[in-house]
């Protein structure tokens, strides 16, 4: 080793040292957190499931969330995409009050029956857990970045069980065609060990099993294509509908409180006349249930529609583990027409519809493995793959920045939430 390589190594020490033991404590922060976060769902909805009639308080839950956000949080409603912006262009330090009011607002949720998810919770708890960090240290942009990264990958670890996928996450969600290599090892150490911290805190992760495995063939693969494509124009859809909506809601309900309480009195609507209640909350029974038998056709279109209500008027949460719901199921349907196991499709869909709305195929293609084993690998990354190329410049997150357009060349850094005003000015 040369003089020159050798102190350059000496050098990086120090600073290298310094991010990964204050990786480790930002993930024993998230870590435990979220494995209290994950017990107060497992409570909640025990109590909702035992008691059906705290269906009928969806609309007043509602508006009291709503009421708090708007007296004490509007500095972060933005949720996960005030995140993505702090790390992006660093300004102002994300505010503690997000943890206990995003973890309250999303049990009050799941308490009452709204059909929302659970990551965007535990990885706003990591990242404004993460940003204290960085606030007590005093430490530069540089190093906050890469915190704040380690805060959204100890979240997502801790709630899925998935350490790999939630250091991948961190790394790819931030851009679309672009990764931020510099910050992985940090990533990669707060994810394993926020996993190991919520196991250590009792926290039990639900088991999905692919029970068979076709031949590789040109037919499978072809198969495979066809269902990410599908998976992709589902996520798009997702995505689509939750701003559209979103936006609808606020445009005609000025006072932020309403939407909840409106939106609580449709879905309370909904839910009662059709007995609709499997598709609210997390809906772990039916999705665990993709994977082993035919399910109605619909059930797809029914969470996903449920969702997207749940979500555009204000209800907490996230929308990951509803994507995997309305994958899974859909997967479920698409089995008996491209003739592929139900498992399978069951666990393609699960992973693919969220990485075409999140934009993360590395991610949920890992996140296939560590859920379903290596077998799924070839067929994950196909379905994965095609999926991400067939949603289009949309997704979940509005923050997003468009590093490399995944079909036509767009302003470097342009945000998801821009581009259709971009998309305007050059007509």
């Known amino acids: 080793m040369s003089a020159i390589s050798r102190s350059e190594t000496l050098a990086m020490l120090p600073r290298m040292s310094k991010l990964l033991f204050l990786a480790c404590l930002v993930a024993l922060l998230a870590g435990s957190a979220s494995a209290f976060f994950l017990h107060s769902l497992v409570w909640a909805t025990s109590l909702r499931v035992s008691q059906p009639w705290l269906l009928f308080l969806l609309p007043l839950a509602g508006f009291a969330v709503g009421w708090v956000y708007l007296r004490y949080g509007r500095q972060v409603e933005a949720g996960n995409n005030l995140l993505i912006d702090e790390i992006h262009d660093p300004t102002r330090i994300v505010p503690l009050r997000m943890v206990p009011l995003v973890l309250w607002g999303t049990v009050m949720s799941h308490l009452f029956g709204a059909s929302v998810g659970r990551e965007g919770t535990a990885v706003q708890m990591g990242g404004a857990l993460a940003d204290q960090v960085t606030h007590w240290l005093r430490l530069g942009n540089a190093d906050r970045r890469i915190l704040l990264m380690c805060g959204i990958a100890a979240g997502f670890a801790s709630v899925f069980g998935t350490p790999l996928a939630g250091a991948v996450f961190a790394l790819e969600v931030l851009a679309i065609g672009r990764m931020r290599y510099d910050a992985l090892f ?9 996993d190991q911290v919520g196991l250590g805190w009792g926290v039990q992760h639900t088991h999905y099993a692919i029970s068979q495995f076709p031949v590789l063939s040109a037919w499978t693969l072809l198969a495979t294509l066809v269902a990410g494509a599908l998976f992709g124009l589902t996520g798009k859809l997702f995505a689509n509908s939750t701003h559209a909506l979103s936006a609808l809601i606020k445009r005609h309900v000025s006072y932020a409180p309403l939407r909840p309480l409106l939106g609580g009195v449709l879905l309370v609507a909904i839910v009662w006349s059709s007995g609709a209640d499997r598709f609210i909350g997390l809906g772990i029974p039916t999705i665990v249930d993709a994977f082993t038998q035919p399910l109605p056709v619909y059930d797809f279109a029914a969470k996903l529609g449920l969702t997207v209500l749940s979500l555009a008027s204000g209800f907490k949460g996230g929308e990951v583990t509803p994507l995997f719901f309305i994958g899974a199921t859909l997967g479920n349907a698409l089995s008996p027409l491209l003739h592929l196991p139900f498992s399978l499709l069951a666990g393609l869909g ?3 519809v969220f990485a075409g709305a999140a934009n993360t195929p590395l991610a949920s293609t890992i996140m296939a493995m560590e859920l379903f084993g290596s077998e799924v690998g070839i067929y994950a990354a196909l ?33 998801l939430s821009e581009l259709a005003a971009w998309r305007r000015r050059q007509e």
């Open 186 to 194: 940090p990533c990669l150490l707060a994810a394993i060990v926020a």
């Open 350 to 352: 699960f992973v693919a």
């Open 383 to 415: 379905a994965c793959v095609a999926s991400y190329t067939f949603s289009g410049h949309t997704g979940i997150y509005r923050s997003q920045r468009i590093a490399h357009g995944k079909h036509r060349p767009f302003p470097r850094g342009l945000k």
